[in-house]
Protein backbone atom coordinates (compact mmCIF):
# COMPACT_ATOMS: atom_id res chain seq x y z
CA UNK A 1 0.00 0.00 0.00
CA UNK A 2 1.41 3.61 -0.95
CA UNK A 3 -0.32 6.97 -0.99
CA UNK A 4 0.18 10.67 -0.11
CA UNK A 5 0.26 11.58 3.25
CA UNK A 6 -0.45 15.20 4.69
CA UNK A 7 0.98 15.45 8.39
CA UNK A 8 -0.05 18.94 10.40
CA UNK A 9 2.50 19.42 13.09
CA UNK A 10 5.03 16.44 11.81
CA UNK A 11 7.06 16.46 14.81
CA UNK A 12 8.63 13.59 17.18
CA UNK A 13 6.13 11.12 15.99
CA UNK A 14 5.11 11.90 12.29
CA UNK A 15 8.86 11.66 11.84
CA UNK A 16 8.96 8.11 12.73
CA UNK A 17 6.19 7.38 10.93
CA UNK A 18 7.22 8.94 8.08
CA UNK A 19 10.83 7.03 8.45
CA UNK A 20 8.96 3.47 7.78
CA UNK A 21 6.41 4.67 4.71
CA UNK A 22 8.87 6.90 2.91
CA UNK A 23 10.90 3.62 1.83
CA UNK A 24 7.62 1.87 0.35
CA UNK A 25 7.09 4.96 -2.06
CA UNK A 26 4.63 7.09 0.06
CA UNK A 27 5.29 10.76 -0.65
CA UNK A 28 5.03 12.99 2.46
CA UNK A 29 4.45 16.54 3.32
CA UNK A 30 4.77 17.70 6.65
CA UNK A 31 4.15 21.12 8.35
CA UNK A 32 6.30 23.07 10.23
CA UNK A 33 5.78 26.19 11.90
CA UNK A 34 9.59 26.71 12.21
CA UNK A 35 11.26 27.07 9.09
CA UNK A 36 14.61 25.76 11.07
CA UNK A 37 13.05 22.03 11.47
CA UNK A 38 12.08 21.49 7.65
CA UNK A 39 15.99 19.99 7.12
CA UNK A 40 14.62 17.72 10.01
CA UNK A 41 11.68 16.90 8.10
CA UNK A 42 13.71 16.29 4.73
CA UNK A 43 15.82 13.99 7.16
CA UNK A 44 12.38 11.79 7.86
CA UNK A 45 11.46 11.27 4.28
CA UNK A 46 8.77 14.22 4.18
CA UNK A 47 8.79 17.62 2.23
CA UNK A 48 8.32 20.38 4.65
CA UNK A 49 5.71 23.01 4.73
CA UNK A 50 5.69 26.05 6.73
CA UNK A 51 2.32 26.32 7.91
CA UNK A 52 0.44 28.57 9.12
CA UNK A 53 2.11 30.29 6.44
CA UNK A 54 1.65 28.50 3.10
CA UNK A 55 -1.65 27.16 2.06
CA UNK A 56 -1.98 23.44 2.37
CA UNK A 57 -1.81 21.65 -1.12
CA UNK A 58 -4.57 18.35 -0.38
CA UNK A 59 -5.08 17.36 -4.21
CA UNK A 60 -3.96 14.26 -4.71
CA UNK A 61 -3.73 13.79 -0.64
CA UNK A 62 -4.85 10.15 0.37
CA UNK A 63 -3.67 10.31 3.76
CA UNK A 64 -4.15 13.25 6.81
CA UNK A 65 -2.32 12.75 9.98
CA UNK A 66 -3.13 15.41 12.47
CA UNK A 67 -0.25 15.65 15.49
CA UNK A 68 -0.94 19.45 16.52
CA UNK A 69 -2.36 20.25 19.66
CA UNK A 70 -5.56 22.14 19.86
CA UNK A 71 -6.34 25.07 22.43
CA UNK A 72 -9.75 26.30 23.99
CA UNK A 73 -11.23 27.02 21.15
CA UNK A 74 -10.67 23.94 19.56
CA UNK A 75 -8.71 22.20 16.64
CA UNK A 76 -6.29 24.62 14.74
CA UNK A 77 -6.03 22.68 11.44
CA UNK A 78 -10.23 22.81 11.81
CA UNK A 79 -10.20 26.20 12.49
CA UNK A 80 -8.55 27.20 9.06
CA UNK A 81 -9.41 23.94 7.09
CA UNK A 82 -12.69 22.42 8.38
CA UNK A 83 -14.98 23.21 5.38
CA UNK A 84 -12.10 22.59 2.83
CA UNK A 85 -11.93 18.93 4.61
CA UNK A 86 -15.28 18.15 4.67
CA UNK A 87 -15.82 18.74 1.25
CA UNK A 88 -13.06 16.06 0.34
CA UNK A 89 -14.23 14.08 2.79
CA UNK A 90 -14.65 11.00 0.23
CA UNK A 91 -11.12 11.90 -0.80
CA UNK A 92 -9.41 10.46 1.82
CA UNK A 93 -9.03 6.90 3.12
CA UNK A 94 -7.65 6.93 6.01
CA UNK A 95 -7.32 9.99 8.54
CA UNK A 96 -5.52 10.12 11.81
CA UNK A 97 -6.02 12.19 14.77
CA UNK A 98 -3.33 12.31 17.81
CA UNK A 99 -4.50 12.76 21.05
CA UNK A 100 -3.32 11.52 24.78
CA UNK A 101 -4.63 9.50 27.20
CA UNK A 102 -4.89 12.39 29.46
CA UNK A 103 -8.10 12.39 28.00
CA UNK A 104 -9.44 9.45 31.17
CA UNK A 105 -8.04 11.69 33.86
CA UNK A 106 -7.59 10.04 37.34
CA UNK A 107 -8.94 6.65 37.99
CA UNK A 108 -6.36 5.97 41.35
CA UNK A 109 -4.65 3.71 39.45
CA UNK A 110 -7.03 1.25 37.92
CA UNK A 111 -7.16 0.42 34.68
CA UNK A 112 -8.85 2.35 31.76
CA UNK A 113 -9.56 1.33 27.82
CA UNK A 114 -11.37 3.05 25.20
CA UNK A 115 -14.81 2.24 26.42
CA UNK A 116 -13.89 4.34 29.34
CA UNK A 117 -15.67 7.42 29.49
CA UNK A 118 -13.29 10.67 28.98
CA UNK A 119 -13.46 12.39 32.37
CA UNK A 120 -10.35 14.33 31.89
CA UNK A 121 -8.87 17.06 35.08
CA UNK A 122 -6.38 18.73 33.26
CA UNK A 123 -7.10 21.54 30.55
CA UNK A 124 -5.44 20.27 28.09
CA UNK A 125 -7.14 16.92 28.40
CA UNK A 126 -10.13 18.73 28.07
CA UNK A 127 -9.13 20.34 24.91
CA UNK A 128 -8.26 16.77 23.05
CA UNK A 129 -11.57 15.62 24.17
CA UNK A 130 -13.31 19.08 21.95
CA UNK A 131 -10.55 18.32 19.45
CA UNK A 132 -11.28 14.52 19.03
CA UNK A 133 -15.17 15.19 18.65
CA UNK A 134 -14.68 17.94 16.00
CA UNK A 135 -12.92 15.28 14.28
CA UNK A 136 -15.51 12.65 14.53
CA UNK A 137 -18.01 14.69 13.79
CA UNK A 138 -17.28 15.45 10.59
CA UNK A 139 -19.33 13.39 8.12
CA UNK A 140 -18.01 11.04 5.62
CA UNK A 141 -14.53 11.62 6.92
CA UNK A 142 -12.73 8.36 7.87
CA UNK A 143 -11.03 9.57 11.00
CA UNK A 144 -9.53 7.13 13.67
CA UNK A 145 -8.33 8.19 17.25
CA UNK A 146 -4.90 7.32 18.89
CA UNK A 147 -4.81 8.26 22.81
CA UNK A 148 -0.73 7.94 23.10
CA UNK A 149 0.63 7.78 26.28
CA UNK A 150 4.04 9.27 27.57
CA UNK A 151 6.56 9.28 24.22
CA UNK A 152 10.17 8.13 24.72
CA UNK A 153 12.53 7.15 22.31
CA UNK A 154 16.04 7.84 20.69
CA UNK A 155 16.56 11.81 22.07
CA UNK A 156 13.67 11.36 24.55
CA UNK A 157 13.02 9.87 27.91
CA UNK A 158 14.97 9.04 30.68
CA UNK A 159 18.31 9.33 28.86
CA UNK A 160 17.89 12.57 28.71
CA UNK A 161 16.73 13.13 32.06
CA UNK A 162 19.97 12.04 33.07
CA UNK A 163 21.94 14.22 31.92
CA UNK A 164 19.84 17.16 33.42
CA UNK A 165 21.84 18.94 36.99
CA UNK A 166 19.87 18.06 39.59
CA UNK A 167 17.85 15.03 38.50
CA UNK A 168 15.81 13.52 41.13
CA UNK A 169 13.49 11.09 41.63
CA UNK A 170 9.92 12.02 42.19
CA UNK A 171 7.95 9.51 44.89
CA UNK A 172 4.40 9.56 45.24
CA UNK A 173 3.26 5.88 46.55
CA UNK A 174 1.16 4.46 44.43
CA UNK A 175 1.45 6.47 40.97
CA UNK A 176 2.02 4.88 38.19
CA UNK A 177 2.21 5.94 34.13
CA UNK A 178 1.81 4.22 30.92
CA UNK A 179 4.40 4.87 28.27
CA UNK A 180 5.03 4.20 24.59
CA UNK A 181 8.32 4.10 22.48
CA UNK A 182 7.85 6.36 19.46
CA UNK A 183 8.54 2.90 16.95
CA UNK A 184 5.64 1.74 18.16
CA UNK A 185 3.37 4.75 17.85
CA UNK A 186 4.50 4.21 14.24
CA UNK A 187 3.48 0.80 13.54
CA UNK A 188 -0.02 1.29 15.15
CA UNK A 189 -0.27 4.11 12.79
CA UNK A 190 0.75 2.60 10.04
CA UNK A 191 -1.11 -1.14 10.88
CA UNK A 192 -4.56 1.27 11.14
CA UNK A 193 -3.54 2.67 7.40
CA UNK A 194 -3.70 -0.93 6.09
CA UNK A 195 -6.52 -1.75 7.69
CA UNK A 196 -9.14 1.45 8.29
CA UNK A 197 -12.01 1.17 10.76
CA UNK A 198 -13.31 4.60 10.47
CA UNK A 199 -14.60 5.92 13.83
CA UNK A 200 -11.99 3.44 16.12
CA UNK A 201 -10.40 4.99 18.84
CA UNK A 202 -7.02 3.29 20.15
CA UNK A 203 -4.95 3.12 22.86
CA UNK A 204 -1.28 3.31 22.27
CA UNK A 205 0.86 2.23 25.11
CA UNK A 206 2.89 -0.74 26.25
CA UNK A 207 2.26 -3.47 28.76
CA UNK A 208 3.58 -2.23 31.59
CA UNK A 209 2.33 0.80 33.26
CA UNK A 210 4.68 1.42 36.24
CA UNK A 211 6.13 4.27 38.35
CA UNK A 212 8.48 6.72 36.99
CA UNK A 213 11.19 6.19 39.60
CA UNK A 214 11.03 2.73 38.60
CA UNK A 215 12.21 3.66 35.00
CA UNK A 216 14.67 6.73 35.61
CA UNK A 217 16.22 3.90 37.85
CA UNK A 218 16.87 1.46 35.41
CA UNK A 219 17.91 4.06 32.90
CA UNK A 220 20.63 5.03 35.36
CA UNK A 221 21.79 1.41 35.86
CA UNK A 222 22.42 0.97 32.51
CA UNK A 223 24.85 3.85 32.26
CA UNK A 224 26.24 3.17 35.19
CA UNK A 225 25.30 6.40 36.78
CA UNK A 226 24.52 7.03 39.77
CA UNK A 227 20.53 6.12 41.38
CA UNK A 228 19.69 10.23 41.28
CA UNK A 229 18.29 10.95 44.98
CA UNK A 230 14.47 10.43 45.76
CA UNK A 231 12.46 13.16 46.62
CA UNK A 232 8.82 13.14 47.98
CA UNK A 233 6.07 14.45 46.04
CA UNK A 234 4.70 17.08 48.42
CA UNK A 235 8.18 18.07 48.74
CA UNK A 236 9.05 18.42 45.15
CA UNK A 237 9.63 21.50 43.25
CA UNK A 238 7.73 21.14 40.49
CA UNK A 239 6.24 23.46 37.43
CA UNK A 240 2.70 23.67 37.63
CA UNK A 241 2.11 21.27 34.21
CA UNK A 242 5.10 18.83 35.73
CA UNK A 243 2.61 18.67 39.05
CA UNK A 244 -0.79 18.12 37.01
CA UNK A 245 0.69 14.91 35.63
CA UNK A 246 0.67 13.14 38.67
CA UNK A 247 -3.11 14.41 39.65
CA UNK A 248 -4.13 11.23 37.22
CA UNK A 249 -3.15 7.70 37.85
CA UNK A 250 -4.31 5.44 35.80
CA UNK A 251 -2.80 1.85 33.62
CA UNK A 252 -4.01 2.18 30.53
CA UNK A 253 -5.00 -0.93 28.55
CA UNK A 254 -3.98 -1.90 24.84
CA UNK A 255 -6.00 -4.85 23.77
CA UNK A 256 -7.22 -3.16 21.07
CA UNK A 257 -4.10 -2.40 18.62
CA UNK A 258 -3.23 -5.95 19.06
CA UNK A 259 -6.63 -7.55 18.66
CA UNK A 260 -7.75 -4.92 16.09
CA UNK A 261 -4.42 -4.08 13.92
CA UNK A 262 -2.92 -7.46 15.01
CA UNK A 263 0.11 -4.87 16.27
CA UNK A 264 2.93 -6.93 18.55
CA UNK A 265 4.70 -4.08 20.14
CA UNK A 266 8.93 -4.03 19.52
CA UNK A 267 9.23 -2.61 23.19
CA UNK A 268 6.39 -4.01 25.40
CA UNK A 269 8.07 -2.50 28.60
CA UNK A 270 10.46 -0.22 29.42
CA UNK A 271 12.94 -2.24 29.97
CA UNK A 272 13.05 -3.51 26.91
CA UNK A 273 13.09 0.24 25.37
CA UNK A 274 15.57 1.06 27.27
CA UNK A 275 18.01 -1.41 26.42
CA UNK A 276 17.50 -1.08 22.60
CA UNK A 277 18.22 2.70 23.07
CA UNK A 278 21.23 1.88 25.05
CA UNK A 279 22.40 -0.34 22.48
CA UNK A 280 21.63 1.97 20.09
Sequence with gaps: MTGTLFSFGHGYSAQALSRQLKPKGWRIFGTTRDPAQ?????????????????????DGVTHLLISTSPKADGDPVLAVLRDEIARRAAQFAWVGYLSTTAVYGDHQGDWVDEDTPPAPMAERGRWRVQAEQQWLEIPNLPTHVFRLAGIYGPGRGPFSKLKRAGMRRIIKPGQVFSRIHVDDIAQVLAASMAGPNPGAIY??????????????????????????????????????????????????????????????????????????????
Design 203 to 280: NVCDDEPVPPQDVIAYAAELQGLPLPPAVPFDQADLTPMARSFYNENKRVRNDRIKSELGVQLLYPNYRVGLEALMAG
Design 38 to 58: SPAIRAAGAEPVVWPGQVPAL
